[in-house]
């Protein structure tokens, strides 16, 4: 007689607190939007330079993320669906980090007013140039993971008895990692990722695609209406950013349910419940970005303040709303 699938599950799984732990999964959420959540509070004032080190701190720990699971993949410590995991995780990361090549787009395109002193490196491409390498190398190492799972998807691993109850979640709906057509997509994405600088473009064009089908509604609109709905300046400023928000969220939903259905099929058992230091490595990691992003919060609010105490004190704008005013001499 043979034991019920169940139970077969069971036997061949090595659960990893590391990669389903709650720990972990809040410290890579939080990471995806503490990026966001700094630039929508610096909506109405420079802090670019902060934001592209937040996304370079981000990467980083992506970086860790990857080497750890070439090393476990190796190692044939890793099943099927703990790299689909943690592939999650690492896309997460990389829609956060695309944030300062969005701001420096936005700025080139909508340059109607003149660029601060102190965005002056950043106007110049070099922070961007520095996330767009970053970017590139991180979702070179992340293809290249995918193309080793989707090309030798049944020899993943030392636990291939599992992956036959491994199912990738798309738009809510399951699919076998066994599905040819699933498979072939995922290697052409993979592949595609795996190639540097390209991978950037590509990618950012597709995160930002919902973006231009939105504009091009809006600018029918306008011909219909005979007025303009919103301003371009601010639909590409925040479009852009809610645009990667809608894409985060769908990618946590996905992330949630694989790992809901891991712990119902036993694929992650109860890993999920249990605390590991790999968590709280994870979470101290998170709260140091936490502490920086505070720090420069607070740094950038007194500068504004104190540069408009003294533009308020030189005449230079309004003693209320900060707003430009113009001296006319006295007769």
């Known amino acids: 007689m043979t034991a ?3 139970e077969q599950i069971l036997s061949c799984l090595k659960h990893s607190a590391d990669i389903y732990g709650v720990g972990v999964r809040f410290s890579m959420y939080g990471e995806s939007f503490l ?14 330079t902060v934001l592209a080190n937040l996304c370079r701190n981000t990467l980083f720990t992506g970086f860790t993320l990857l ?17 689909l995991v943690l592939l999650n995780y690492s896309w997460m990361i990389h829609l956060g980090g695309l944030l300062p090549i969005f701001i420096w787009s936005y700025r080139v395109v909508f340059r109607r007013r003149p660029v601060p002193p102190d965005l002056a490196d950043v106007d110049n491409s070099r922070c961007v140039w520095q996330s767009i390498l970053l970017l590139a190398i991180h979702l070179s190492a992340l293809g290249t993971l995918g193309v080793l799972l989707w090309t030798r998807v049944q020899a993943v691993g ?10 990738l979640m798309l738009f809510g709906s399951s699919y076998s990692v066994f599905n040819e057509t699933i498979r ?8 595609l990722a795996a190639i540097p600088v390209l991978n950037v473009l590509v990618t950012s064009a597709a995160a930002f695609m919902p973006l231009a089908v939105v504009a091009l509604l809006l600018s029918m609109m306008k011909r219909v209406v005979h007025r303009q709905l919103i301003s371009w300046d601010v639909f590409a400023r925040y479009g852009g950013i809610t645009t990667i928000f809608v894409l985060l969220v769908l990618l946590i939903t996905h992330t949630e349910l694989m790992i809901a259905q891991g712990v119902h099929t036993s694929l992650a058992g109860k890993a999920e419940e ?10 101290i990691n998170f709260l140091a970005h936490v502490v920086e992003m505070a720090k420069a919060l607070c740094t950038q609010s007194a500068d504004r303040a104190r540069t408009e105490e003294e533009e308020r004190g030189l005449g230079i704008i309004g003693p209320h709303q900060g707003v430009p005013i113009r001296l006319t001499p006295r007769s």
């Open 67 to 83: 080497v750890c699971a070439f090393l476990q993949y190796f190692m044939q410590g890793l099943t099927v669906h703990d790299i």
């Open 4 to 6: 019920p699938i169940g």
């Open 184 to 191: 072939r997509v995922s290697l052409a994405i993979y592949w």
């Open 274 to 283: 249990q605390w590991t230091f790999g968590q709280a490595l994870a979470l």
């Open 35 to 48: 990026v966001i959540g700094y630039f929508f509070y610096t909506a109405h004032w420079p802090g670019d």
């Open 158 to 167: 030392d636990q291939p008895g599992c992956t036959l109850h491994t199912a």
